[in-house]
């Protein structure tokens, strides 16, 4: 019997409506119904088999028969998929690798702009950061030269790679792939493999075969200074968010209040004090005073401001627990978090912790952000505020990420030391184009002269928001549906 895993071998497709009963633009990447198109768009997804996932990849990459007449021909390397291929219409040649000089042989033994898709398992190639190191000095470059020589132009391409260390802890091992990746090739988009939230998740990168206008720093691993002990992180949390109040609903980026809980409850103690110098509607400050903590919040916005005043007094009202005489629970300021250390509730106090979620660049402000049609129809405002100094209206990339980071060097000022800073994040996109917010807070704030060292990322998943039809039949943009909780820590 041949060995499946050498074998050219077709994808068994379940496809449950013919081409002709599908509503919708002409779909020209894949032969899935728009249903199922929609099921891949979510950023993460529940880890079942890598088979599997390789097998769902070529699925979406792929048509069985391209309009000229010619069958697809795929290539998967380092996966056993005996358990997901059957006799169907598409060609998949599979291949395996244990490493990834052996990946880089089968591509560069691949006749050039032969492949409609390259999916490669470098899960066993990378499982530290001593093989992180090696891969990017030895390997990553002919490895993507490989990609980019098997693959034809515009094509697809995924790289699945694994964090380090326990839970959610551990160098972030797919960054640095990602960011070597786009020397030669576009980074398009990433999807979390989420396992038990006691297990690292793991990326499925996606290239596609062209120039990417932002390769970005590199992301080296020996340059990020990592966090000797400290308390478990959760890997990824899906916390059930209680509905918005209207209040809550005119700020157009809250997190749910379950998951600062969970954090501060990680990171402090009974009776330590809270920092958020971009508190929004107070949600923060609020859960910080329900676990019995002091909190300070600081927000620009005069309007934001007296909505967490007036949750919190809400929240008093509610409570049967109250603060020392001499000492109120919490205090909510306005001020310009790039001026922090010249407000003297912050200047004067030390605290354990600080959570915050700043803005992601000029977001909120693109158009067709994918909030902005239902904020509008509601007469809600689709950004933080006009104001100049507000950060959320930073022309520049690179500016805004300066003065993010100028911010929490003034916020490791007043942590005590060994105090965490929590950093509700999400990567941006424009224009089909990654600016990889999370990854350069890391690399910046954790660098040998940085203010902290990186304790790991907890992925906020949010289950609850209905899938977009983005590009739906044309070209393929994820629903980000996860956002990154960055954990740094002074030593």
Not at 26 to 41: G, H, I, S, T, V
Not at 196 to 216: I, K, W
Not at 337 to 343: G, K, V, Y
Not at 406 to 427: E, H, I, P, S
Request: hydrophobic letters at 35%; glycine letters at 6%.
């Amino acid at each position: 019997m041949k060995d499946p895993r050498s074998a050219s071998r077709r994808l068994d497709l379940d496809l449950d409506r013919p081409p002709s009963a599908r509503r919708g633009p002409p779909n020209r990447m894949n032969d899935l119904a728009y249903r199922d198109w929609m099921k891949f768009q979510k950023s993460f997804f529940r880890h079942s088999s890598y088979a599997n996932v390789a097998a769902e990849c070529i699925q979406f990459f792929t048509k069985a028969v391209w309009p000229d007449g010619r069958r697809s021909e795929s290539l998967a390397i380092g996966f056993d998929l005996d358990d997901a291929l059957n006799d169907s219409t598409r060609d998949v040649r599979i291949l395996p690798a244990a490493s990834a000089t052996e990946a880089i042989r089968h591509l560069e033994g691949t006749k050039p702009q032969s492949c409609d898709f390259v999916i490669v398992n470098l899960l066993a190639a990378i499982r530290s950061r001593h093989e992180l190191s090696q891969f990017l000095a030895n390997d990553a470059d002919r490895l993507f030269a490989g990609l980019q020589r098997a693959l034809g132009h515009s094509r697809y391409c995924c790289l699945l790679v694994d964090t380090e260390g326990p839970q959610g802890g551990g160098f972030p091992m797919p960054w640095a792939v990602a960011v070597v990746g786009r020397r030669q090739m576009k980074l398009r988009d990433e999807k979390i493999g989420l396992r038990s939230s006691h297990e690292p998740t793991y990326y499925c990168l996606f290239f596609q075969n062209e120039p990417d206008s932002r390769p970005g720093d590199t992301l080296d691993p020996d340059s990020i200074r990592l966090t000797s002990e400290g308390s478990p992180i959760s890997s990824w949390l899906i916390p059930k968010s209680p509905p918005r109040t209207a209040d809550e609903r005119f700020h157009p980026a809250k997190f749910p209040e379950p998951l600062v809980e969970e954090f501060i409850g990680r990171f402090t103690q009974v009776g330590d004090a809270v920092l958020d110098p971009m508190v929004g509607t107070g949600s923060s400050i609020r859960a910080a005073c329900k676990l019995g903590r002091t909190g300070v919040g600081v927000d620009l916005s005069p309007e934001f401001v007296e909505i967490a005043r007036r949750r919190l007094r809400k929240a008093d009202q509610l409570s049967l627990f109250s603060a020392a005489a001499d000492e109120a629970p919490a205090t909510i300021v306005q001020g310009d978090a790039t001026n922090l250390l010249e407000i003297a509730e912050v200047a004067n106090r030390t605290f354990a912790y600080c959570i915050t979620s700043p803005p992601y660049w000029s977001m909120l402000g693109n158009p067709g952000s994918e909030n902005q049609r239902a904020r509008r129809e509601r007469n809600l405002p689709l950004v933080y505020s006009t104001e100049i100094a507000d950060m959320g209206n930073v022309a520049d990339y690179d500016e805004f990420v300066n003065l993010l980071c100028d911010v929490y060097r003034q916020v490791a000022n007043r942590l005590a030391r060994g105090g965490y800073l929590t950093v509700v994040v999400k990567n941006v996109k424009r224009n089909h184009v990654i600016y990889p917010l999370a990854w350069d807070l890391v690399n910046r704030l954790c660098s040998p002269g940085g203010p902290f060292t990186y304790a790991g990322t907890t992925l906020w998943c949010q289950d609850d928001i209905g899938l977009k039809p983005f590009a739906v039949g044309i070209y393929w943009v994820s629903n980000v549906l996860h956002q990154y909780c960055l954990h740094l820590r002074k030593p």
